[in-house]
């Protein structure tokens, strides 16, 4: 069985789910670090094993299920505690007692930042001492108490890289689409202060040594960043255009800011006109549509109409003609005939998105939406997220075209995977460019005419490199 060594503090970390995940594991493994544990270089050389966890839909859980079996085979040649963190640790706390005992501790949303304290906290009980004979199911029993909600602790300096940062700006939804799990797995709304969001990003662009980069691409996260609202000490509501307007004279560098995702029913003409008026905002927008039949938005609870939606986006490309425009689609949901389908393939025709993340009704147990059944058959699904997928590509493929010849800023992420003489970059509309460069480059800004299309990637040609640094 396996048992906490204090003299070998090593980690494997795994994340899946969304950005938010992603900040709080980069945060996570921060704190770990500043408490002396290092990461292992595989799970077997690990003393603890952390999975963070998403819930959203059935395949995210599905595969965690597959790697607490993998680890349940593991454990019995190697000594490491499994750590369920997150999401499913609050959706699944009874189901993962009860069928899988192997998983010693379960850390939920609103304890997540005690991850260290946790994992350290058995070196407090003295061996031999009776807490110290507990079977690792009890002792899994006893920590899912920490599941119970306590104040959400933001996410603080994660980098993705050196030159690259989600910073957290508020956590939980309020929406209660009636599809969706979130609401549940991380409570409600709260907006963090704008002097800490702040101060965090003065600390991200200002490194601490020569070798530390100063980050130049900030992403702000919250499940509806539109319904940002902090209420400060004077009794004065701060919105997110006001807070967009607060950080921008802050940064330091030229800096792209980004963020993600934005509701559409609380997309305000201020938000697009700020948008519009200042280079650092990026002209990408994620404005997930869900759907394009009337019908079907209502009964997500989306709270707009498909007019309402083409009037916004019609409003966007007014105000911001450059703007990349991106979407989720959600196919399949209960009651959803060949009608409502077609509608959202005519709204895609309409709108022409540059990209669109498709996905496949799941029902998930304690949404409104889980009452409905899940009438429309899984061949069905298929073949509808399939012309869904057919239909995107052609769009993003022809748009992608119309760039060809284009002068475009791009950030400078890497080194290209398939050839180390080139360089990858980014633009502001999240496409992806090659071109060829020296690797002292990555984390700087450089204009690029875009030249020809390899699949979804552009290859380009360097025009004027700027001289920030
Ligand atoms: N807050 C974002 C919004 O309002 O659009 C979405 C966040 S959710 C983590 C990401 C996407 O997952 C959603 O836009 C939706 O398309 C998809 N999703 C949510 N619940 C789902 C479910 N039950 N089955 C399949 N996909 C789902
Ligand atoms: Fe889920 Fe809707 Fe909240 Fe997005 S806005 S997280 S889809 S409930
Ligand atoms: Fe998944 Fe939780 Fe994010 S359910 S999408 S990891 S908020």
Not at 134 to 141: I, M, N, T
Request: glycine share 6%; net charge neutral; charged share 30%.
């Amino acid at each position: 069985m396996s048992k906490h060594n204090p003299n070998r503090k090593t980690y494997w970390l795994e994340t899946y789910g969304c950005q938010m995940n992603k900040a709080e594991s980069g945060f996570l493994e921060h704190e770990l670090q500043q408490h002396g544990w290092i990461a292992a270089q595989s799970p077997a050389d690990a003393e603890a094993v952390i999975l963070n966890t998403c819930s959203v839909r059935k395949t995210a859980e599905d595969r965690i299920w597959g790697r607490l079996g993998f680890f349940k085979s593991q454990k019995k040649k190697h000594s490491f505690r499994l750590v369920l963190l997150g999401c499913m640790s609050e959706r699944l706390k009874e189901e993962v007692l009860n069928e899988a005992p192997h998983v010693d501790l379960l850390v939920g949303n609103f304890q997540k930042h005690r991850l260290v304290d946790v994992l350290e906290r058995e070196d407090e009980v003295p061996a031999g001492s009776p807490g110290d004979e507990l079977p690792f199911a009890r002792r899994a029993r006893q920590e899912a108490q920490l599941v119970d909600p306590g104040e959400y602790r933001f996410a603080e300096r994660h980098s993705l890289s050196g030159f690259q940062a989600f910073v957290p700006i508020m956590h939980g939804c309020n929406n209660f689409c009636t599809y969706c799990i979130v609401p549940y797995v991380r409570g409600s709304e709260v907006s963090r202060s704008p002097e800490t969001i702040l101060a965090e990003i003065h600390r991200l662009q200002s490194p601490s040594d020569l070798s530390e980069q100063a980050v130049r691409e900030i992403t702000l996260l919250g499940q509806n960043v539109n319904s940002y609202r902090y209420r400060d000490q004077g009794g004065a509501t701060v919105s997110f255009p006001a807070l967009l307007r607060t950080i921008l004279p802050e940064l330091r560098y030229r800096t792209w800011l980004r963020f993600l995702t934005s509701h559409p029913k609380d997309m305000s003409g201020e938000l697009i006109e700020l948008i519009a008026a200042e280079p650092a905002l990026c002209r990408h927008i994620h404005l997930p549509v869900q759907h394009g039949s009337d019908r079907i938005l209502e009964a997500m609870g989306r709270k707009y109409t498909r007019s309402r939606y083409l009037d916004l986006v019609e409003l966007i490309r007014k105000t911001i003609p450059e703007v990349s425009l991106t979407t989720d689609i959600l196919i399949g949901f209960p009651g959803e005939s060949e009608e409502d389908f077609r509608l959202i393939l005519e709204l895609m025709e309409q709108v022409r998105f540059e990209d669109a993340f498709t996905y496949r009704y799941n029902p998930r147990e304690g949404t409104k939406a889980f009452e409905l059944g899940d009438d429309v058959p899984e061949a069905v699904k298929q073949e509808r997220l399939r012309q869904v997928i057919d239909l995107q590509r052609q769009i993003t493929r022809y748009g992608k075209k119309r760039k060809i010849g284009k002068v475009v800023e791009v950030l400078i992420e890497g080194v290209s995977k398939k050839n180390p003489e080139e360089l990858l970059a980014r633009t502001e509309g999240d496409d992806m460019v090659v071109f060829p460069g020296s690797p002292q480059r990555i984390g700087r800004f450089i204009r690029v005419r875009l030249d020809t299309l390899q699949g979804s990637t552009f290859r380009a040609v360097p025009i004027v490199e700027e001289g920030s640094s």
